[in-house]
Nanobody, 125 residues
């Protein structure tokens, strides 16, 4: 089990960027695949991006491909989500989640066992 804390959310104008961080506690964090999800008001939680335990594989939702980049720094036990060219429809609470799932790039939230508390991202027009 790992504890996850997101940070970096805020208010930004459309076209701008933000970098979210997901800091983890636990010595075995490097064994975990980490994903980012988001949930907008009145909508279901949706997959955004995932990075494999070793960092060699990343996968993105079509809606963010080419605009968002997921990365990880094992020395800092932190996973990042760099968000560029933000759109109003990116407004949501963003969550990071971790899993030891054998699926290399799990996109279903049910495969994740540990979740952060979320950070709000608001994109204004």
């Amino acid at each position: 089990q790992v504890q996850l804390v997101e940070s970096g959310g805020g208010l930004v104008q459309a076209g701008g960027g933000l970098r979210l961080s997901c800091a983890a506690s636990g010595r075995t964090f490097s064994n975990y695949t980490v994903g980012w999800f988001r949930q907008a008001p009145g909508k279901e939680r949706e997959f955004v991006a995932v990075i494999s335990a070793g960092g060699e594989t990343q996968y993105y939702a079509d809606s963010v491909k080419g605009r968002f980049t997921i990365s990880r720094d094992s020395a800092k036990n932190t996973v990042y989500l760099q968000m560029n060219s933000l759109k109003t429809e990116d407004t949501a609470v963003y969550y990071c989640a971790a899993t030891l799932s054998i699926v290399v790039i799990p996109t279903a939230s049910a495969r994740y066992t540990d979740w952060g508390q979320g950070t709000q991202v608001t994109v204004s027009s």
